[in-house]
């Protein structure tokens, strides 16, 4: 029978299917274009594909069936979130208007801001007072529960977000408000001390009512597809990708929906640490290029970076400060604008521009024949000879080279260039544009990127891989098998997680040990539910403890990861040690004698992802050589080269191909430019390096 693992992975262009059988190592994938206006129709159509290749049936799948979705991210950066009421104490109703009152951009005279999740009209105050050392000074009264609730049911939302002053220091009148409301209206709330338990009252607010404005659309979302599921006969439970990186219940996600906001790309870097650890690499550029963006993400000592901040609906993408800031766990990565069916455009100085407008997967790139007429990434790939216009997805979606021709025709005339010349001009803005922002991405965060081996990934990302590398000043790219759907196989070696915070600002040398060991047994007791509730062993649950800290009179803090264990595991001077050492690498030095405070205390609660390995590719031997060849431009103004065309699937290990080659397979195609050499290693992943002169 086997042990039938499935995963889906819905991207902004193409859904993403995964079945694995781990008895044998035996790996099925399907790829189809997503459906955004009913997601499940996608989901479905590329599930029965993959049920159909393996020859199995729904029932033969037993395991949890793990699940990622950009739904959330779409529908924040689209501003199509449910209609929701913002509920918070009286004096502050403009919270989300006045912001944190920074300017990203202090000499822009037109600065613009993301406009707030929900409109002003739609907020109400409520007569209540919690003190900052959780005193509760007023509560809100049955008769302000009834006027509330009436202004709120006039309104006519489909949620309630409530975030009350200082309630993470105590959650009694928010708590109050729910239940109240909850019994007068029977709308979805959310509190932001169940879901963002920390000071700092606008990322708070932003992030409570992100989350409140989701829930109307995954809840119903999540109830369909778990109905169909259990109508085809499925026997794993649902389970979602989470932005940290860990996976877990359907209902834990229904109820924290900005949780999920990354997780697709977050299931991409899980997919890299494995093959990071696989590959014995220390330090590897995960870089996956899709059909609508482009991530990049580093990973460290097999694990991905991690930060307990990030942004949505960025008005600049390059500009941090510009978008909508919300507290929770993520996979710490970069994502611009830049896919294959980003457009090309000529702006007002002649000069050619790429996305990060996309023409999505309705109607797609001019060559998918349907109906798009604007210049996209894979227009301009498949003129270039990158890509096989009769075996895109196998030959099952045949593309239209004519098309893509008429498409770009228009900026070619704008910018006075051959149709080839523009196609290779694009293939350069959109390798520059996304070399750009993985470099100031890891800048930011005081990393050389010279040097770093960087795996590929996504469908255009093995095409694009090696042009961004020489940008990068990287000599080496590693093709995983299976690149194009490497993020719906990460759900798959991704552990059941949840990370929780809460606030209790003490300085670290006089932290109470009874005080801290009651908030981390709570918050511990939460993360225990949390991964009981996705079926995990309470023998099998890990906790993970740290602090987010900074000298005394700083404004900002660092996270730190102290250790593992059952409680706190370190004492006062060792996680000061900790703290210093940090903080000298991240800023060059350690301020001594000067106190340092604890801000926030987190847990990270997990239990060890499913051991997975795959069987090894059979040695070199027989007929190796190239199955076809055809014409390649690699250069603008440069002539065609006749390029031999490989067979991914007829690759066995230690076969060496030298460039330029098109390594050719259902999904994707990797492109090794000119002066790249590869070789295929045991598991299967093509290895290709380049000479660097200096």
Same mark, same amino acid.
């Given at each position: 029978m086997?042990?039938?693992?499935?995963?889906?992975?819905?991207?902004?262009?193409?859904?993403? !299917?995964?079945?694995?059988?781990?008895?044998?190592?035996?790996?099925?994938?399907?790829?189809t274009?997503?459906?955004?206006?009913?997601?499940?129709?996608?989901?479905?159509?590329?599930?029965?594909?993959?049920?159909?290749?393996a020859?199995?049936?729904?029932?033969?799948v037993h395991?949890?069936i793990?699940?990622a979705?950009?739904?959330?991210?779409?529908?924040?950066?689209?501003?199509k979130?449910?209609?929701?009421?913002?509920?918070?104490?009286?004096?502050?109703? &403009?919270? +989300?208007?006045?912001?944190d009152?920074?300017?990203?951009?202090?000499?822009?005279?037109?600065?613009?801001?993301?406009?707030?999740?929900?409109?002003? @009209?739609?907020?109400?105050e409520? @007569?209540?007072?919690?003190?900052? /050392?959780?005193?509760?000074?007023?509560?809100?009264?049955?008769?302000?529960?009834?006027?509330?609730?009436?202004?709120?049911?006039?309104?006519?939302?489909?949620?309630?977000?409530?975030?009350?002053?200082?309630?993470?220091?105590?959650?009694?009148?928010?708590? #109050? +408000?729910?239940?109240?409301?909850?019994?007068?209206?029977?709308?979805p709330?959310?509190?932001?001390?169940d879901?963002?338990?920390?000071?700092?009252?606008?990322?708070?607010?932003?992030?409570?009512?992100?989350?409140?404005?989701? $829930?109307?659309?995954?809840?119903p979302?999540?109830?369909?597809?778990?109905?169909?599921?259990?109508d085809?006969?499925?026997?794993?439970?649902?389970? $979602?990708?989470?932005?940290?990186?860990?996976?877990?219940?359907?209902?834990?996600a229904?109820?924290a929906?900005?949780r999920?906001?990354?997780?697709?790309?977050?299931?991409?870097?899980?997919?890299?640490?494995?093959?990071?650890?696989?590959?014995?690499?220390?330090?590897?550029?995960?870089? =996956?290029?899709?059909?609508?963006?482009?991530?990049?993400?580093l !990973?460290?000592?097999?694990?991905?970076a991690?930060?307990?901040?990030?942004?949505?609906?960025?008005?600049?993408?390059?500009?941090?400060?510009?978008?909508?800031?919300?507290?929770?766990?993520?996979?710490?990565?970069?994502?611009?604008?830049?896919?294959?069916?980003? +457009?090309?455009?000529?702006d007002?100085?002649?000069?050619?521009k *790429?996305?990060?407008?996309?023409?999505?997967?309705?109607?797609g790139?001019?060559?998918?024949?349907?109906?798009?007429?604007?210049?996209?990434?894979?227009?301009?790939?498949? %003129?270039?000879?990158?890509?096989?216009?009769?075996?895109?997805?196998?030959?099952?979606?045949?593309?239209?080279?004519?098309?893509?021709?008429?498409?770009?025709?228009?900026?070619?005339?704008?910018?006075?260039a051959?149709?080839?010349d523009?196609?290779?001009?694009?293939?350069?803005v959109?390798?520059?544009?996304?070399?750009?922002?993985?470099r100031?991405?890891a800048?930011?965060?005081?990393?050389?990127l010279?040097?770093?081996?960087?795996?590929?990934f996504?469908?255009?990302?093995p095409?694009?891989?090696?042009?961004?590398?020489?940008?990068?000043?990287?000599?080496?790219?590693?093709?995983?098998?299976?690149?194009?759907?490497?993020?719906?196989?990460?759900?798959?070696?991704?552990?059941?997680?949840? =990370?929780?915070?809460?606030?209790?600002?003490?300085?670290?040398?006089?932290?109470?040990?009874?005080?801290? &060991?009651?908030?981390?047994?709570?918050m511990?007791?939460?993360?225990?539910? *949390?991964?009981?509730?996705?079926?995990?062993?309470?023998?099998? %649950?890990?906790?993970?403890?740290?602090?987010?800290?900074?000298?005394?009179?700083?404004?900002?803090?660092?996270?730190?990861?102290?250790?593992?264990? =059952?409680r706190?595991?370190?004492?006062?001077?060792?996680t000061?040690r900790?703290?210093?050492?940090?903080?000298?690498?991240?800023?060059?030095?350690?301020?001594?004698d000067?106190?340092?405070?604890?801000?926030?205390?987190r847990?990270?609660?997990?239990?060890?992802?499913p051991?997975?390995?795959l069987?090894?590719?059979?040695?070199?031997?027989?007929?190796?050589?190239?199955?076809?060849r055809?014409?390649v431009r690699?250069?603008?103004r440069? &002539?065609?080269?006749?390029?031999?065309?490989?067979?991914?699937?007829?690759l066995?290990?230690?076969?060496?191909? /030298?460039?330029?080659?098109?390594?050719?397979? #259902?999904?994707?195609?990797?492109?090794?430019?000119?002066?790249?050499?590869?070789? !295929?290693?045991?598991?299967?992943? *093509?290895?290709?390096?380049?000479?660097?002169?200096?």
């Amino acid at each position: 029978m086997g042990d039938w693992r499935l995963a889906v992975d819905i991207g902004g262009t193409f859904t993403d !299917v995964v079945l694995l059988d781990a008895d044998s190592g035996r790996v099925v994938v399907e790829k189809t274009l997503s459906t955004p206006s009913d997601l499940l129709v996608g989901f479905r159509r590329g599930v029965e594909g993959a049920l159909s290749k393996a020859g199995i049936r729904p029932s033969d799948v037993h395991a949890p069936i793990v699940h990622a979705t950009t739904v959330i991210t779409n529908t924040l950066i689209e501003g199509k979130t449910a209609p929701t009421a913002f509920v918070t104490t009286a004096g502050f109703a &403009d919270v +989300l208007l006045i912001r944190d009152e920074h300017r990203y951009d202090m000499y822009d005279l037109q600065i613009e801001f993301p406009d707030p999740p929900v409109p002003r @009209d739609h907020t109400f105050e409520v @007569d209540e007072r919690t003190s900052a /050392d959780g005193r509760v000074v007023r509560e809100p009264s049955e008769e302000e529960l009834d006027r509330l609730s009436a202004a709120i049911s006039e309104a006519g939302p489909e949620a309630v977000a409530i975030c009350l002053l200082h309630s993470y220091a105590n959650p009694q009148n928010e708590r #109050r +408000l729910r239940d109240g409301l909850q019994e007068r209206l029977g709308l979805p709330i959310c509190i932001s001390s169940d879901l963002a338990p920390q000071m700092r009252e606008y990322p708070r607010a932003v992030t409570t009512v992100c989350n409140a404005a989701t $829930m109307p659309l995954i809840g119903p979302y999540l109830a369909a597809l778990e109905s169909w599921l259990r109508d085809e006969g499925f026997g794993g439970a649902l389970m $979602m990708m989470l932005s940290n990186g860990g996976v877990v219940s359907s209902q834990v996600a229904a109820s924290a929906p900005i949780r999920v906001v990354e997780s697709g790309p977050a299931a991409g870097a899980l997919a890299g640490a494995w093959y990071a650890h696989r590959l014995g690499e220390e330090r590897l550029l995960c870089f =996956d290029m899709g059909g609508t963006t482009a991530k990049s993400c580093l !990973v460290e000592s097999a694990e991905p970076a991690m930060t307990m901040e990030f942004e949505v609906a960025r008005v600049y993408r390059f500009k941090k400060g510009s978008g909508l800031p919300v507290t929770v766990p993520s996979v710490d990565l970069v994502e611009i604008g830049a896919g294959g069916g980003s +457009l090309a455009r000529v702006d007002d100085l002649g000069l050619l521009k *790429v996305g990060p407008e996309s023409a999505g997967a309705d109607p797609g790139p001019a060559c998918y024949g349907q109906g798009g007429t604007g210049a996209a990434v894979t227009d301009g790939d498949l %003129v270039l000879g990158y890509l096989d216009p009769d075996y895109f997805l196998g030959g099952e979606m045949p593309l239209a080279s004519d098309a893509a021709v008429e498409a770009l025709a228009k900026p070619a005339g704008d910018i006075g260039a051959s149709i080839s010349d523009t196609a290779a001009g694009i293939y350069e803005v959109v390798n520059q544009n996304m070399a750009a922002a993985a470099r100031m991405h890891a800048v930011e965060r005081g990393i050389d990127l010279r040097g770093v081996p960087i795996l590929a990934f996504g469908g255009a990302g093995p095409v694009h891989a090696c042009g961004v590398a020489e940008l990068l000043d990287s000599s080496r790219v590693i093709f995983p098998t299976r690149a194009s759907v490497l993020s719906a196989f990460g759900t798959l070696v991704s552990p059941v997680r949840i =990370d929780l915070a809460r606030t209790l600002v003490r300085e670290l040398g006089t932290v109470e040990a009874d005080e801290r &060991d009651v908030l981390l047994r709570e918050m511990c007791d939460e993360g225990r539910q *949390v991964l009981a509730d996705a079926g995990v062993p309470a023998d099998e %649950v890990r906790f993970r403890f740290g602090i987010d800290a900074r000298y005394r009179g700083q404004a900002h803090e660092l996270t730190i990861w102290v250790g593992e264990g =059952d409680r706190w595991p370190a004492t006062n001077e060792e996680t000061m040690r900790l703290y210093t050492d940090e903080y000298a690498r991240v800023y060059g030095l350690s301020i001594p004698d000067v106190p340092v405070e604890v801000v926030t205390w987190r847990v990270a609660a997990w239990a060890p992802p499913p051991a997975l390995e795959l069987p090894p590719l059979p040695p070199v031997g027989g007929d190796n050589e190239a199955k076809a060849r055809r014409p390649v431009r690699f250069e603008r103004r440069g &002539d065609p080269v006749e390029t031999p065309v490989y067979d991914r699937a007829a690759l066995r290990s230690g076969m060496t191909i /030298d460039g330029p080659a098109m390594i050719q397979e #259902r999904e994707t195609t990797v492109v090794l430019r000119p002066g790249w050499h590869a070789e !295929v290693a045991s598991d299967g992943s *093509v290895v290709a390096t380049r000479e660097v002169t200096t």
